[in-house]
């Protein structure tokens, strides 16, 4: 069965950072693309960077240009968000996706795993 689990989130201040990991289980980390997506209060779920499975391709969504950094550990089985440079509107919900799709559209992914609360403080 696949799992994911996500970790890692906590209170931050603005300006500071957080990795957050992604888990998986019955299923190799590179056997899929692996996409982190996050919620905020009140808002629609959003596809923010992705790591293809086949190769070490990766996309961002434009807000987290620059400040994120998706990698993958194939031996630890995790893939890993490095967050700098946070900003009040990055809090939210994030969680991780596995799927065949490379990309952020949520609803191509496969399987969903528990999200981790990222808040930034101001």
């Known amino acids: 069965e696949v799992q994911l689990q996500a970790s890692g989130g906590g209170l931050v201040q603005a300006g500071g950072s957080l990795r957050l990991s992604c888990e998986g289980s019955g299923f190799h980390i590179d056997d899929y693309a692996i996409m982190w997506f996050r919620q905020a209060p009140g808002e629609e779920r959003e596809g923010i960077s992705c790591i293809g499975g086949v190769d070490n391709s990766t996309y961002y969504e434009d807000s987290v240009k620059g400040r994120f950094t998706i990698s993958r550990d194939v031996a630890k089985n995790q893939v890993y968000l490095q967050m700098n440079s946070l900003k009040p509107e990055d809090t939210g919900v994030y969680f991780c996706?596995?799927?065949?799709?490379?990309?952020?559209?949520?609803?191509?992914?496969?399987?969903w795993g528990q999200g981790t609360q990222v808040t930034v403080s101001s």
């Open positions: 996706a596995a799927g065949q799709y490379f990309g952020l559209v949520l609803d191509r992914y496969d399987y």
